[in-house]
């Protein structure tokens, strides 16, 4: 969360500079002007945003772990997707202090790849550009199955806390602490809020209750890399057959 508000401070204070209340003008004139290496440079203009320019690179840079193997995206199942899908579960729980059956990233929200090498704030930024928040719901069974099955429809979406297969475009042999999905049964599950509210076709989702402490996604990636990295882990994953394709 420090990270994420710092950039965002180093962000705003730009706008601020450039956004100093003044009159309003009803009519508007422009110029358009070709920006290229001939185009003079305002020394002025550099030396007042320098400083917050290097304290971001600064931040962007610093890093956080080593990746031995590199992190890549793929489906039905992948490295990356597992690597995310892992820190919002175990984060939520922590951050929530409830206990989350399964966590989910939707498979267009991972943006990016991790190399092998340093880890960089930089690059979790890349991997999760969105500000979106981790949120937690209580869905039923029913409601359940017809989540994963639109996950199966996608291919497949990066998961944490089961096992399941595709076949016809369905989520099959789900199985959840070993056990099957109970239609009538309640699950709390973890998601960002742009899932939850129905996004990525998941209206199934959306108008069930909702609970948010406002934490990033992007925060608890950043948060499970520093702590595993504390622990001595590397920031790896591995493929588990979490999801895999049945036909």
Known sequence: MYLSRKIGIVVAMLFAISCKPGPQQSVVQYQGYQINKQAPVD????????????????????????????????QPESEIGNFMADAMKEMAEIKFGKKVVAAFVNYGGVRSYIAKGNVTVGQIYELMPFDNLVVLQEISGAVFQQFLDKTAIDGGWPLSGLTMEIKDKKAVNVKIAG??????????????????????????????????????????????????????????????????NAN
Do not use: F, H, W
């Not at 002025?44 to 304290?55: D, E, M, R, T």
């Not at 309640?186 to 899932?195: F, M, P």
């Open 43 to 74: 020394s002025a203009l550099v030396k007042l945003i320098s400083p917050y320019g290097n304290q971001l690179k600064a931040t962007m840079g610093k890093v956080i772990g080593i990746s031995e193997k590199g992190l890549y995206k793929k």
């Open 179 to 244: 056990k099957p999905i109970d239609p009538a049964a309640k699950y709390l599950i973890a998601n960002s809020d742009y899932v939850a509210n129905g996004g990525s076709d998941c209206s199934m989702l959306k108008g069930i209750a909702q609970e948010n402490r406002g934490y990033l996604l992007r925060d608890a990636l950043l948060d499970y890399s520093m702590a595993n990295t504390a622990k001595g882990k590397t920031i790896d994953s591995n493929l588990e057959n979490r999801v895999v």
